[in-house]
Structures are given as C-alpha cells and as structure tokens.
C-alpha cells in the first residue's frame, strides 16, 4: 500500500513538471546542462540525451545513467526497437533513479535509422505498442513517447490518431507530439527541425480527440508567453527544445513563477555563482571546465556584456588549469557593462 501511494505521488509530480519541459538534445542535454537548468527552475522536468537501450543492455555503459539528484525530476529518453532490450534499459534507468522513461520515435537522423528506431519507428505503431507495453511490465515510473505527426508520405491527419490509438492502448498515458513531419530521406537532422511545416493545430486537435491523454507540443517554441499560449488553449504541456538551450534564462529563469505559479524569477548572474561548487567538484572528479560553460554560454543572451562573457569561456575554457575563476572573470565583464 506505501509503495502504491509513494508511486502514485510520484506521477502525480511528473506531470505535474511536465507542465513545461527541456527537450532531450543530443550532445546537449548532458548532465552539466540539466545541473544548470534545474538552478534556474526547480519545477520544469528535464530530459536526458537519448540513451540507446543496445549501449545500456548490451554494451553495460552504465556510465550513460549518471546523473546528479539535484537534477530531479528528470525522465531517462531512451532508443530502440525491440521490445525486451527496452524493457530491460528501462528497469536499468529505475533503478539509476530516474523519475520517468521516455521512448523516442521522432529522431531523424541516420544513425538513429539505421537501428531502426526514431522517427521511423512511426511507420509501425503496432511495434510501438509493443515497446511501450514491454516497458511498462517492467517499471512502475511512467513510460512515455515522444513522436512526431508522421513521417515521408504519411498523412499526419491519418497516421497521428492511429498512432496515438495503439500506445494508448498498450498504457501510454503521456505523450510528447513534435508538431512537424520528419523526412527520412532528403532532409538532414537540422532540416528536419526547421523546414516541415508545424501544425500546432493538429496536435490541439488530438487533446480533443483523445482528452484522457496528457499531451505536450513540441518545435518551434521560443517563449514563455508562447508556451502560456498552448497551456491556455488546453494543451497539458509544452516542451522546449533549442530556445532554452540558446537562451536559457530568457526561458527558465521565470517558468516556476509564469507557468507553475510558485516562487521567484532567478538571476542568471546569481546562478552562475550557485554553479561554482559544482564547477570544483566536477573539476576535482576530472572535468574540463568547457564541458560544463558550454552549456552557460546563452546565459546573458541580449544582455550587456553578453558577447565579452560568451568570448572568454569560448577561448579559454578549454586550456588547462581554467577553472571557476575564469568564470567569475567572464561574470565580472557582464556586471561592468550593465553597470555602464
């Protein structure tokens, strides 16, 4: 009974969170970008790289699973295709701690295609299924899909409710919608995030027709008054991908207070200072001080001083012995220009 309580609060919080989310980005979203992201919102749920389930089942990188507990609550995406590696990578993310798993049938790229996973993966909805069920009779946290509306010569109108029919089926109960196709062939990754056009009324669309599911709009959300928007119009959530990687104050820093309705704005110069303890233990454990200031070099994006701090970390992160004070140099270039 304590364990079925403790696991329905859990997801209660989760959804909760996923009111508004960070997109899972690959070579982005590592463990130093979400550490960052949760010292400038406690409430969004954050997402990791995707992690595929072979690298976890069959290769044991573990490693993969690391995270840090400040950064809850934060979802494990994984990749693949076959029912029962994913299953077994998902009790591997439980157990590492992670709050939700989360199946990604959107990514285009190549590789991802290759292993037959991704976006392709849109074409069979009944192997989809399958996955989700897998993973479901493994964990007690929630399995989630992240997809797109359709793929190549699909019609989103047709192949989206068909789709969401057959996960919901198999116990998916929050879904992740990129509002644009994916073209598997003549299209590039970066393309496919830009030039299909978004149909945002599709994804609204599909809250109506299938109100028992918790639906988040993803692509081509770049404010919070933007995602206010979606929220308002009935949508369960909104997850934000390159915006609030680029421009990562201008998104986090007030989502608790605009979007969850609790606390205070953060300061990005305050934040920068809350990340040096992490900077020195994570140089003390081997670290190099770029791997982490790449992901802060949006942090002052249209700010005075913004170009001064993005130059020095961008030179000098990398060289050898850099380290926290080399950040507060950078910080000490915002604060004189927004001082002039």
């Given at each position: 009974?304590?364990?079925?309580?403790?696991?329905?609060?859990?997801?209660?919080?989760?959804?909760?969170?996923?009111?508004?989310?960070?997109?899972?980005?690959?070579?982005?979203?590592?463990?130093?970008?979400?550490?960052?992201?949760?010292?400038?919102?406690?409430?969004?749920?954050?997402?990791?790289?995707?992690?595929?389930?072979?690298?976890?089942?069959?290769?044991?990188?573990?490693?993969?699973?690391?995270?840090?507990?400040?950064?809850?609550?934060?979802?494990?995406?994984?990749?693949?295709?076959?029912?029962?590696?994913?299953?077994?990578?998902?009790?591997?993310?439980?157990?590492?701690?992670?709050?939700?798993?989360?199946?990604?049938?959107?990514?285009?790229?190549?590789?991802?295609?290759?292993?037959?996973?991704?976006?392709?993966?849109?074409?069979?909805?009944?192997?989809?299924?399958?996955?989700?069920?897998?993973?479901?009779?493994?964990v007690q946290v929630d399995?989630?899909?992240?997809?797109?509306?359709?793929?190549?010569?699909?019609?989103?109108?047709?192949?989206?409710?068909?789709?969401?029919?057959?996960?919901?089926?198999?116990?998916?109960?929050?879904?992740?919608?990129?509002?644009?196709?994916?073209?598997?062939?003549?299209?590039?990754?970066?393309?496919?995030?830009?030039?299909?056009?978004?149909?945002?009324?599709?994804?609204?669309?599909?809250?109506?027709?299938?109100?028992?599911?918790?639906?988040?709009?993803?692509?081509?959300?770049?404010?919070?008054?933007?995602?206010?928007?979606?929220?308002?119009?009935?949508?369960?959530?909104?997850?934000?991908?390159?915006?609030?990687?680029?421009?990562?104050?201008?998104?986090?820093?007030?989502?608790?207070?605009?979007?969850?309705?609790?606390?205070?704005?953060?300061?990005?110069?305050?934040?920068?200072?809350?990340?040096?303890?992490?900077?020195?233990?994570?140089?003390?454990?081997?670290?190099?001080?770029?791997?982490?200031?790449?992901?802060?070099?949006?942090?002052?994006?249209?700010?005075?001083?913004?170009?001064?701090?993005?130059?020095?970390?961008?030179?000098?992160?990398?060289?050898?012995?850099?380290?926290?004070?080399?950040?507060?140099?950078?910080?000490?270039?915002?604060?004189?220009?927004s001082a002039a």
């Amino acid at each position: 009974m304590g364990d079925d309580l403790s696991n329905s609060v859990k997801k209660s919080n989760i959804c909760r969170a996923s009111r508004l989310s960070v997109a899972p980005m690959m070579d982005w979203t590592d463990r130093h970008c979400r550490y960052l992201h949760r010292l400038l919102s406690r409430e969004t749920l954050l997402y990791t790289e995707m992690v595929t389930a072979p690298a976890l089942v069959r290769g044991g990188a573990l490693h993969l699973l690391a995270f840090n507990p400040e950064e809850h609550p934060v979802a494990l995406q994984l990749g693949g295709s076959e029912p029962q590696e994913l299953a077994e990578a998902a009790r591997l993310g439980e157990e590492a701690g992670y709050d939700e798993v989360n199946l990604n049938c959107g990514c285009p790229s190549d590789r991802v295609q290759s292993g037959a996973f991704g976006a392709v993966l849109m074409q069979t909805p009944d192997l989809v299924a399958e996955c989700v069920a897998a993973m479901r009779g493994k964990v007690q946290v929630d399995v989630t899909v992240k997809c797109r509306i359709g793929v190549d010569e699909q019609e989103p109108q047709d192949i989206l409710p068909v789709f969401l029919e057959k996960i919901r089926a198999a116990g998916c109960r929050r879904v992740t919608i990129h509002a644009r196709k994916a073209w598997l062939q003549g299209l590039s990754p970066k393309e496919n995030r830009d030039i299909p056009p978004l149909d945002y009324d599709l994804v609204h669309q599909m809250k109506a027709a299938f109100p028992d599911l918790h639906i988040s709009l993803n692509g081509g959300i770049a404010s919070l008054d933007a995602a206010r928007e979606h929220l308002d119009r009935g949508l369960d959530g909104v997850m934000v991908g390159r915006a609030a990687y680029h421009q990562p104050a201008d998104i986090l820093s007030a989502a608790d207070p605009v979007i969850y309705g609790i606390g205070e704005p953060r300061d990005a110069s305050a934040v920068v200072h809350e990340m040096l303890p992490y900077i020195e233990r994570q140089l003390s454990d081997g670290a190099r001080l770029h791997q982490i200031t790449r992901h802060m070099l949006g942090l002052f994006a249209g700010k005075p001083g913004a170009r001064a701090w993005r130059r020095i970390l961008s030179e000098r992160a990398n060289r050898p012995g850099a380290g926290p004070d080399l950040v507060l140099e950078a910080l000490s270039q915002v604060a004189e220009r927004s001082a002039a």
